[in-house]
């Protein structure tokens, strides 16, 4: 018994598809990227308008930094600098209060904006310095820190401290508050992925984030943990760093840029990291330093190598708990180099000259009375710095 076809079914579409059909399709598609073109430009048109008037409008996207846009709106041709949290920390008990932008403005006796927050990078840095170049007059100096710690999966890699968000809505606010409403991660892990990051030092696996750095132990860990948080804050490879191609960028923004842009490398405790590791993980530290360095040589603004500047007792941080916040002995190192930074930039007074009591004659060189007031005011100094690492 054969079975036929039943000749009733409607058949099956085949052969070519006719001109008219392939030229309807190949409208509606142009028609649909016109559309998209035109809201795009319509959105790029809005940011403009949005970014002209931030007072006003900014706080109707949710997420833009309307407060630190005002900022740098109120202070045309200012010197900016901007930072992390260790432009905007003192220590208790300084002897001098003052933060590290505010002791700069003293040295070069001309007002210094600071634009902070803390735990960004050099991503969020380099959307400032776009915006900051985009307002008229522009500043007539920005400062910008490149902190080593901030290459770290322990930094770079907290969900907490991921901001390329709020780095994108500097650039274009509409598309990055679209990116959020659609929930972009942006980069952004999990706590549980975060924890699980591996983190590698001269190329070997040597744990994840969460065995290393081991958050439970608090301020005061055994000295198995307090190695390890060495290690993986300053020694893991630096090239494996999606951050580091921010920072390269960031060089090539500062060169591009018509006013001076003064990069610098925050001090590190190195005195520390070489007490708390082995041999072979400071060498991974000091290669880290030395990818930043080769970097930084590129620019063609001055810039300040202070990595390795400030000593132990100058740091403001528990031996457990290792970062870059510094006491006000090491923010005046620092203070006073980028003031040198800053006038071989034209930019600032010039320093002043040396002082005479009335009645002094200048002579050709330093007299015996004058080297042991000399080593009076450097063993003042001294216990000055004693007195405030004792506090």
């Known amino acids: 018994m054969s079975i036929s076809a039943d ?163 500097i650039d274009h606010p509409l598309y990055a508050r679209l990116g959020s409403v659609l929930e972009w991660d942006w980069g952004r892990p999990t706590d549980e992925a975060f924890a699980a990051t591996p983190v590698f030092v001269n190329g070997i696996e040597v744990g994840t984030v969460a065995t290393l750095d081991d958050v439970a132990a608090g301020w005061a860990p055994s000295a198995d943990v307090r190695r390890s948080r060495y290690l993986v804050r300053y020694a893991s490879d630096i090239e494996r760093s999606r951050r580091i191609v921010g920072f390269r960028d960031l060089v090539a923004e500062a060169n591009a840029s018509r006013f001076p842009v003064i990069l610098y490398l925050t001090p590190v405790d190195v005195d520390a990291i070489e007490d708390n590791v082995d041999q072979a993980t400071y060498a991974a530290v000091q290669a880290n330093l030395a990818v930043l360095r080769a970097a930084l040589a590129t620019t063609r603004w001055p810039s300040v190598d202070l990595s390795a500047s400030v000593r132990e007792a100058d740091f403001d941080h528990p031996i457990g708990d290792p970062h870059e916040h510094m006491k006000w002995g090491g923010r005046m190192i620092c203070a006073r180099a980028l003031a040198d930074a800053v006038r071989e930039a034209g930019v600032g007074m010039p320093a002043p000259p040396p002082t005479l009591d009335a009645g002094t004659e200048a002579d050709a060189g330093p007299s015996e009375d004058a080297a042991t007031e000399a080593d009076a005011d450097t063993e003042a100094e001294a216990e000055a710095a004693d007195s405030v690492t004792a506090n």
């Open 7 to 169: 000749s009733s079914a409607p058949a099956a579409a085949s052969g070519p598809v006719a001109p008219s059909d392939r030229r309807g399709a190949l409208v509606f598609g142009l028609e649909a990227l016109a559309l998209l073109a035109l809201l795009g430009l319509a959105m790029l048109g809005a940011e403009r308008i949005l970014l002209g008037y931030p007072a006003r409008l900014g706080p109707m996207v949710s997420g833009f930094p309307t407060d630190r846009v005002l900022e740098l709106q109120r202070a045309p041709g200012e010197i900016v600098f901007f930072g992390d949290s260790v432009v905007q920390t003192m220590a208790l008990g300084d002897a001098d209060p003052r933060l590290l932008p505010d002791m700069l403005a003293g040295e070069i006796d001309e007002p210094v904006l600071r634009i902070s927050q803390a735990a960004t990078g050099a991503q969020m840095h380099a959307a400032w310095l776009r915006y900051a170049a985009r307002l008229s007059p522009p500043p007539r100096a920005v400062i910008i820190p490149i902190n080593l710690r901030s290459f770290s999966p322990h930094w770079e890699r907290n969900p907490g401290w991921v901001f390329d968000d709020v780095a994108a809505m």
